[in-house]
C-alpha cells in the first residue's frame, strides 16, 4: 500500500515525503520492524519510541510517524507529525491488514473482575455449540488448535490484527476478548467490531493510571460505545449506571429482576446449581461469582438463538481456568488453590463461601502501582473472614516490599486478623502449605499464570507459581 493511501486514513499535522515504497506493515516497537514497515515512535508513560527510531529505520522502515518537534530527518525516509499517535496506529495496522474483525462476531468483555473466566466460558460455550469461537486475553490467544502468546491483556492493535487473521484462516467465526481498561483507553482495539459488549462488574483498582472510579468507568464504557449489544450485571452498581446508558442491553443478575436472572441457587458438593427462566443449570464451579460469569455466557448464546436446555447441557462439561480457584492436586489433603485475585472484591468473591469450620490460609502481596487504599483493603477483607495472611512479594515495581507489606497488614490489624510478613514468596508458600491441615484451605494469589515477578519498575524476573508450589510440596 502506498503512503498516500494511507495518509488519507489519518489526520496528521505535517509530512515529509521521500519515497513512494509499498508500505506491507507497521509496529511500535523497533525490534519488530521489517522491510518497508512503518515505525510509529509511540511516547509511552514509560518508554519513547522516538530514541528508537534510528534502529527502526536501520530495520527497514521506510516511514517514521512521530510527535515531537526535534526529529533529524535522513535522506530517504518518509516522515509523518502526527497528534493523535495511538489513534494513527490502530487506523493504519486496521488499513494494512483489511480491516478482519470485520468479518469475525467479536465479543469484548470488560469489568475488574471476571473477565478471564467471562470470556473463557463464553469460548467454551460457543465452541460446544458448534460455533468455532477464538479466545484472547490474559493467558494468551486460544484459537483452538493453536495458542499464541500475548504480552497484554488486552493485546496491541497490531498483534490482535494478526492474532485475528490467523484466526480467519482457521475458519474461526467468533473471538472473544478481555477489554482492559487500560487497552480501551489506550485505543489498543480501536476500530474493532463488537457485536457484544460485556460489563462484569467495577471496584476499586488501577487508580494510579485513571485517578478517579469515574474516569475507569468511562474507559470501561468505550467498548459498549463501541458494541452493537451491551450485556451488563445488575447487581452492581455500575452495572446499573452502564444500563441507564444503555437501555436496550441485555441484563443478567441474582438479586434484581433482569431478563437472565439466576434463581433457587443450591450448593452441590464443591458445584452450584440454579434455574434461569425455568431451565436448570449446573455449574463444576464453587464460587457465586462463577453464577454471574456464566450468566453473561448463557445471555449471549441465548441471544444468538441457542436454547437454554442446549446451553445448559454445554455448561456442565466446564470444569474452570486455570488460576481461577483452581484446586492443585497434592497428598497431603489439603486444598491447595492457586487464584489471580489481586482485588478487594475478589478476595471477598473467594472468601465469603468457604467452609466456617477450616482454616483457611492466604500467601500474596500486592503490586507496587496499587494504591494504599487497595492494600489496607485487601489486608482487612482477609481478617474479616478469618483468613491467616501470609504476606508476602508480588510485583513492588517501583515501590518497596516493606512499605507495601506494612499498608497491608495495617488492615489485617485493624479488623484484628491474623497474619505474618514473609518476603520470599516460597517461603511464604512452604509457611501456609506446612501449617495447614488436612482439610484446610491454602489460597495462592494474584499470580496465577504469570511468568515474572517484577522487582526495580518493571524488569521482570523469572517465576512460575505452579513450579515453586511443586518445589514446596517435593521439599514437604
Known amino acids: 500500500m502506498k503512503i498516500e493511501k494511507i495518509l488519507k486514513e489519518i489526520s496528521y499535522i505535517s509530512k515529509n515525503i521521500q519515497n513512494d515504497k509499498e508500505i506491507i506493515g507497521i509496529s511500535s516497537d523497533s525490534r519488530q520492524i521489517k522491510e518497508n514497515y512503518i515505525f510509529l515512535a509511540n511516547k509511552g508513560y514509560e518508554f519513547d519510541g522516538h530514541k528508537y527510531i534510528d534502529s527502526a529505520i536501520k ?6 510517524i512521530y510527535t515531537n518537534d526535534d526529529i533529524n530527518f535522513e535522506s530517504g525516509i518518509n516522515y509523518i507529525k502526527v497528534k493523535d499517535q495511538r489513534l494513527a496506529l490502530a487506523k493504519i495496522s486496521n488499513l494494512l491488514s483489511n480491516y478482519p474483525s470485520k468479518s469475525m462476531r467479536m465479543i469484548g468483555v470488560t469489568g475488574t473482575n471476571g473477565k478471564t ?10 465452541n460446544k455449540l458448534g460455533s468455532p469461537c477464538a479466545n484472547i486475553g490474559t493467558d494468551g490467544a486460544d484459537l483452538i488448535n493453536k495458542t499464541m502468546p500475548t504480552e497484554h491483556t488486552t493485546p496491541e492493535i497490531t498483534d490482535l490484527n494478526e492474532i485475528l487473521i490467523k484466526a480467519k484462516k482457521e475458519n474461526i467465526k467468533n473471538a472473544v476478548m478481555e477489554t482492559s481498561s487500560h487497552g480501551l483507553y489506550l485505543k489498543r482495539n480501536y476500530g474493532i467490531d463488537y457485536e457484544y459488549g460485556v460489563f462484569t462488574n467495577l471496584s476499586m483498582e488501577h487508580m494510579d493510571f485513571h485517578k478517579t472510579m469515574d474516569n475507569y468507568f468511562k474507559a470501561k464504557m468505550i467498548l459498549l460505545n463501541n458494541s452493537k449489544k451491551q450485556v451488563v450485571n445488575l447487581d452492581d452498581d455500575y452495572g446499573k449506571r452502564a444500563k441507564e446508558i444503555f437501555k436496550d442491553a441485555l441484563t443478567i443478575s441474582i438479586n434484581e429482576d433482569s431478563k437472565y436472572r439466576a434463581k433457587n441457587i443450591k450448593r452441590v458438593d464443591l458445584g452450584l446449581e440454579f434455574t434461569v427462566n425455568g431451565v436448570k443449570f449446573h455449574l463444576n464451579r464453587f464460587g457465586q461469582y462463577d453464577i454471574y460469569n456464566s450468566l453473561c455466557a448463557i445471555a449471549i448464546a441465548n441471544d444468538l438463538g441457542y436454547k437454554l436446555e442446549e446451553i445448559s447441557k454445554a455448561l456442565e462439561d466446564f470444569t474452570g481456568v486455570k488460576s481461577r480457584f483452581e484446586f492443585i492436586e497434592n497428598k497431603l489433603g489439603i486444598n491447595i488453590v492457586v487464584d489471580f485475585a489481586h482485588t478487594p472484591e475478589a478476595f471477598e468473591n473467594l472468601f465469603k463461601d468457604l467452609p466456617k469450620d477450616k482454616k483457611i490460609y492466604a500467601v ?25 495472611s501470609v504476606i508476602t512479594t508480588d510485583d513492588p515495581k517501583f515501590d518497596t516490599f516493606e512499605n507495601i507489606s506494612q499498608q497491608i497488614k495495617e488492615g489485617v490489624d485493624e479488623n484484628k486478623g491474623e497474619c505474618i510478613i514473609i518476603k520470599d514468596r516460597k517461603e511464604a508458600i512452604k509457611y501456609g502449605i506446612s501449617h495447614a491441615k488436612k482439610g484446610d484451605f491454602v489460597f495462592m494469589l494474584g499470580k496465577g499464570e504469570e511468568k515474572f515477578l517484577k522487582f526495580n519498575g518493571n524488569i521482570k524476573t523469572y517465576y512460575s507459581e505452579r513450579e515453586t508450589i511443586r518445589e514446596v510440596l517435593e521439599e514437604l
Do not use: E, M, P
Open 364 to 388: 500474596y502481596g500486592i503490586n507496587g502501582d496499587r494504591t494504599y487504599d487497595i492494600r489496607k483493603a485487601v489486608g482487612k477483607i482477609s481478617a474479616k473472614y478469618g483468613v491467616f
Open 117 to 126: 473466566t467471562t470470556a473463557n466460558l463464553i469460548a467454551f460455550v460457543l
Open 59 to 64: 530495520n527497514g522502515a521506510n516511514t517514521i
